[in-house]
């Protein structure tokens, strides 16, 4: 006990009590710190998902491009005369439904690209928002939409120039009907989203966490 100014001092009770002080401000600390960690974290995580959603969207639309050219090989048409062949080594296969299986082996060679963008699926709610996730599994639909335009295309007659033909080779094709395209506009809309969403992750990133030169 000590006193000073006529006031007893307990420093026990004194040093005790700051002691509960030290803990409290400690805990504090902890705890800031816990939260400043666990938000770096989830900056990181989104930085890398938006890479990777990035890049699988660049090489969806890539391959769609492929898929959609118009122009078609001596050797893409070979392929799908000897697969029809196999089916049935009789019939000669009408144009369209050559063209038909064109598209088909175009379709079935992007399935690296197309895997890619279902596997950003989860990861595009959980971290961004339903937003995106939609503009994925747009993106990714594209491809069913110009499957299923090549089976309406293959059972067209020769010659018809039908408002079904026609909106088939739309979808089919990426230079028909630059004004009036559902395709085309459906991936440059799903494009046009998730960059809105992605790319200023990765800038925000690189504005507060600049290179060194």
């Known amino acids: 006990m000590f006193t000073v100014c006529n006031v007893a ?8 009590m700051l002691q509960g002080i030290g803990t409290i401000v400690g805990a504090f600390a902890a705890l800031w710190a816990f939260k400043t960690w666990h938000k770096q974290k989830i900056t990181e995580k989104k930085m890398n998902h938006a890479e990777r959603i990035l890049a699988a969207t660049y090489n969806g639309e890539q391959a769609l491009k492929g898929v959609r050219n118009m122009f078609i090989s001596i050797f893409e048409q070979d392929t ?8 049935d080594d009789l019939i000669q296969p009408k144009e369209q439904l050559v ?3 064109v598209f088909y082996g175009r379709l079935d060679s992007t399935k690296g690209e197309r895997e890619a963008l279902i596997q ?11 937003e995106l996730e939609q503009a994925i599994k747009s993106l990714i639909e594209q491809f069913w939409e110009v499957g299923n ?11 018809i120039d039908d408002e079904v033909t026609r909106e088939a080779k739309r979808k089919m094709y990426e230079g028909i009907s630059p004004n009036k395209n559902e395709v085309t506009d459906a991936i ?7 960059k809105n969403i992605c790319l200023p992750v990765l800038q925000d990133n690189i504005s507060t966490n600049p290179r060194s030169p």
């Open 120 to 130: 950003c699926l989860p990861m595009a709610q959980a971290l961004f928002s339903s």
């Open 80 to 87: 799908a005369r000897k697969e029809l062949k196999k089916q």
């Open 9 to 16: 001092i307990d420093w026990v009770a004194t040093g005790t």
């Open 149 to 159: 335009a090549a089976g309406f295309y293959a059972t067209s007659g020769d010659g």
């Open 99 to 101: 063209t038909a299986y």
């Open 188 to 194: 440059k809309s799903a494009v046009k989203t998730i």
